[in-house]
């Protein structure tokens, strides 16, 4: 079973930028697709952005613009730039890949001044 682990959350100011990343413990990023999601304060799930297999990404309209996914096949690793971060993207994110099942842990981002 693949593992995900989440990295790179913390404090930040409005207007400031984070970079998460989502390792994993085998290629699964060169044969599925994989999204973020946030679970927000209110214990909401919300999904962010999608990465397909092929490269393809999309964004939620709350996010457009702002983040971004990229990927490093060779260190099974998915990042997620985020810039211009605002209070609302304050939540838990978590890597998910949906054809295996696997979450990771989540990481904590605190937008706030």
């Known amino acids: 079973q693949v593992h995900l682990v989440e990295s790179g959350g913390g404090l930040v100011q409005p207007g400031g930028s984070l970079r998460l990343s989502c390792a994993a413990s085998?290629?699964?990023?060169?044969?599925?697709?994989m999204a973020w999601y946030r679970r927000t304060p209110s214990n909401m799930r919300d999904l962010v952005a999608t990465?397909?297999?092929?490269?393809?990404?999309d964004y939620v309209d709350a996010v457009k613009g702002r983040f971004t996914i990229t990927r490093d096949l060779d260190k099974n690793t998915v990042y997620l730039q985020m810039n211009s971060l605002k209070p609302e993207d304050t939540a838990v994110y978590h890597c998910h890949v949906p054809m295996e099942g696997a979450w990771g842990q989540g990481t904590q981002v605190t937008v706030s001044s």
């Open positions: 085998t290629s699964i990023f060169r044969w599925y697709s």
């Open positions: 990465l397909s297999r092929d490269g393809t990404t």
